[in-house]
Nanobody
Framework: QVQLVESGGGLVQPGGSLRLSCAAS????????LGWFRQAPGKEREFVAAVNRLVNTLYSDSVTGRFTISSDYLMTTVHLQMNNLKPEDTAVYFC???????????????WGQGTQVTVSP
């Protein structure tokens, strides 16, 4: 079992930046990879980014070049630096843990409660 607690969401204007953080604890083998997903109202949860202990990363096409994911080797904290934010980035952002790097929600075994990100003038 892995416990995940997100922080750092909020309201930002288009073109602005936010940094999300997620504190992870629990069984280390279940958090060899940490990732971020998001869910906008009326839409399905979608993959944003993921990182593993080897610092291999995955990004969705919609955030590549704007978002950066990072973590410590022990996978106790994962950050998502979000730059040049757009209104379509508005969503609840969830931190998740997996045994291996993946972009598929079904591969992630633990989830945080989520943090709201709103991009609006």
């Amino acid at each position: 079992q892995v416990q995940l607690v997100e922080s750092g969401g909020g309201l930002v204007q288009p073109g602005g930046s936010l940094r999300l953080s997620c504190a992870a604890s629990g069984h280390p083998y279940n958090r060899n990879a940490l990732g971020w997903f998001r869910q906008a109202p009326g839409k399905e949860r979608e993959f944003v980014a993921a990182v593993n202990r080897l610092v291999n990363t995955l990004y969705s096409d919609s955030v590549t070049g704007r978002f950066t994911i990072s973590s410590d080797y022990l996978m106790t904290t994962v950050h998502l630096q979000m730059n040049n934010l757009k209104p379509e980035d508005t969503a609840v952002y969830f931190c998740a843990a997996a045994g291996e790097l993946s972009r598929h929600a079904s591969d992630f075994n633990s989830w945080g409660q989520g943090t709201q990100v709103t991009v609006s003038p």
